[in-house]
């Protein structure tokens, strides 16, 4: 049987999330790495084989009284004629308490990946997001599946 791969990224620890525009990113380091259908270069998980994967992420927030959330983004290598290079794969949005605002956003989903996708994890429009920057908190990884 063959080998399935798979990939966890874990919040880089001393770092804090970067802000590229109006999107907040978050500094990722490898804490799984198993087979060569995935791969992961600045911050994105590359996709290097055809198929379904399981994608999974999950954020843990601090903001008060406010909607925060995340969203998977894929960068598909192939594109044609109307077709968009960018879209939205999974998306999660969770309301924070007032006191006490400590909410994690988990999403997960099964998604048809080519070979040379990349997925990025995406913070949108929330420059002064507070993210919990710990390996149990915040993460985001992929499975091949058979």
């Known amino acids: 049987m063959a080998q399935r791969s798979l990939l966890q990224l874990i919040a880089t620890t001393n770092e804090n999330p970067v802000l590229r525009g109006n999107v ?22 590359i996709v290097q084989q055809d198929g379904y994967y399981m994608v999974f992420s ?9 909607i925060m959330g995340h969203l998977i983004r894929r960068r598909k290598s192939n594109v044609s004629g109307m077709e968009q290079r960018f879209t939205d794969l999974l998306r ?8 006490n605002c400590a909410n ?5 989903g099964i998604v048809k990946l080519e070979r040379k996708d990349e997925l990025e994890l995406v913070i949108l429009d ?3 997001a507070q993210v ?15």
């Open 24 to 45: 907040t990113m978050i500094p990722w380091t490898v804490s799984i790495q198993n087979g060569e259908a995935i791969s992961s270069k600045d911050n994105k998980i």
């Open 58 to 66: 999950q954020v843990l927030f601090h903001n008060p009284e406010i």
């Open 92 to 99: 999660c949005l969770q309301e924070m308490p007032k006191n």
């Open 104 to 108: 994690s956003c988990y999403t997960a």
């Open 126 to 128: 929330r420059p002064q």
């Open 132 to 146: 919990a920057m710990d390996a149990d908190s915040t993460f985001f990884g992929i499975i091949q599946l058979p």
